[in-house]
């Protein structure tokens, strides 16, 4: 079984930093760990992604102020989000990538944390 979570959302000011973390737990070879988010009434998008390979990519609104890192030893990532902004409220949800043994390739969604930005 694979099972991925997600903590560290939370109510914070424009401008503060919140810090969100996501383990994936279970028996998997990981491809890429990424944090996607969803507003209300709106698609989900992609926020920041880290492939195993090192690759990284962030969407274009949060290039600057957001900073995704990995440690694949753990099968953990961590999306710190500085100089938060209204329009990052949302549900933030962890995605994972991977490959299972004797299965193979595979994705799997973690519960999501709230994050709400407003003064």
């Known amino acids: 079984q694979v099972q991925v979570a997600e903590s560290g959302g939370g109510l914070v000011q424009p401008g503060g930093s919140l810090r969100l973390s996501c383990e994936a737990s279970?028996?998997?070879?990981?491809?890429?760990m990424a944090w996607y988010r969803q507003a209300p009434g709106k698609e989900r998008e992609l926020v920041a992604v880290h492939a195993t390979t090192g690759l990284i990519n962030y969407a274009e609104s949060v290039k600057g102020r957001f900073t995704i890192s990995r440690d694949d030893a753990k099968n953990t990532v961590v999306l710190q989000m500085n100089n938060l902004k209204p329009e990052d409220t949302g549900v933030y949800y962890c995605?994972?990538?991977?490959?299972?043994?004797?299965?193979?390739?595979?994705?799997?969604w973690g519960q999501g944390t709230q994050v709400t930005v407003s003064s």
């Open positions: 995605n994972v990538d991977g490959l299972l043994p004797g299965k193979g390739h595979a994705d799997y």
């Open positions: 279970g028996t998997i070879n990981i491809v890429a």
